[in-house]
């Protein structure tokens, strides 16, 4: 990967697509920016839009509407196109109409010599990201998804919040796919150093448990009540996706709730899911594997179970 220019290109420039541009220019997190889409004159009006702020940014970026070509020396591709959840719409249900709208990318990616990191946004974004590996035939490492990674954000807000304690000193992790069986494994959860379920334990407050469960079920049904409310989620995500590239172009060595290949790590292999990752420069450096009990292992194989039924059938 080069250091003197990072660079990244947005395929689909929806919603999704533009909070995470606008997130990377105020963050200046890269150098070039591409904006790809099959309505051409929407990402030249996006680009036109973002270039328009630049006097105000904190950053030197150069943003463009481009072509697949623009891909050949890019660090990262990052997919948001696809139809969007309709309300009431599971994840899962967008699979089909997804799936084909892929074709159509990532061969003409993978054609103009792109060999950075593919970073997968659609949903549901952990068959969405499987099926980018397959078309792509690349490693799997340099592929990933979003995964878990704003679900775990929603987590650790949630929890800040009834704990009195600010999120980023919550360690809590959501797993599985990001979607309806995605679960909270609370035995690795903490407050600072200490196990939340010691606290559980320690307070012996009225309905502690209870409100546990309730946040994890919170978490599980945000994007639901987002869209309910306002037709689509984006913002989060968008934020989402600008932490992963950070983590990438800066080669942190960060750990974060990626969508990312099991190949025997918790008992699971063939598939894509939200595990906590060691992120660098070359997409996922490796999985750390957490010391889950026998019952959020069996969560995570039933999470695994149900992706790799949805997968089945689509090549």
């Not at 696809?82 to 009431?88: C, L, M, S, T």
């Not at 659609?122 to 340099?142: A, E, K």
């Not at 209870?210 to 869209?227: C, F, G, P, Q, S």
């Not at 989402?240 to 290949?261: C, F, Q, Y």
């Amino acid at each position: 990967m080069r250091v003197d220019k990072r660079k990244v290109v947005i395929v689909g420039t929806g919603m999704v697509g533009m909070s995470y541009a606008y997130c990377l220019l105020n963050q200046s997190v890269c150098d070039e920016l591409v904006l790809i889409d099959v309505n051409k004159v929407r990402a030249e009006g996006e680009a036109m839009d973002l270039n328009h702020g630049l006097a105000f940014a904190n950053s030197n970026m150069t943003i463009y509407a481009g072509e697949y070509g623009d891909c050949t020396d890019a660090d990262i591709v990052v997919i948001c196109a696809g139809v969007a959840q309709k309300p009431g719409e599971t994840r899962l249900d967008l699979l089909k109409r997804n799936a084909e709208v892929f074709r159509s990318i990532i061969d003409p990616v993978t054609s103009s010599g792109f060999n950075g990191i593919f970073l997968v946004a659609t949903n549901p974004v952990d068959i969405m990201t499987r099926i980018t590996c397959v078309l792509s035939g690349f490693n799997p490492r340099r592929v990933m998804g979003s995964g878990t990674a704003l679900d775990t954000a929603r987590l650790r807000y949630l929890l800040g919040g009834y704990l009195k304690a600010d999120p980023r000193n919550v360690h809590a992790y959501v797993m599985g796919e990001h979607g309806d069986s995605e679960f909270v494994p609370w035995s690795q959860a903490l407050l600072a150093t200490k196990p939340i379920m010691d606290l559980c334990t320690e307070r012996g407050e009225e309905g502690f448990c209870d409100r546990l469960e309730e946040i994890e079920r919170e978490v599980r049904t945000a994007a639901y009540k987002i869209i309910e409310a306002k037709k689509a989620t984006y913002y989060g995500i968008g934020m989402a996706l600008t932490r992963i590239t950070k983590a990438i172009l800066g080669d942190e060595h960060s750990v974060l709730t990626v969508s990312a290949m099991l190949r025997g790590e918790y008992g699971q292999r063939d598939v894509f899911v939200g595990v906590p990752c060691i992120i660098n420069q070359n997409g996922v450096q490796s999985i750390l594997p957490l010391s889950l009990t026998d019952a959020e292992l069996e969560k995570l194989a039933k999470s695994c179970d149900t992706l790799r039924e949805s997968f089945e059938g689509i090549f």
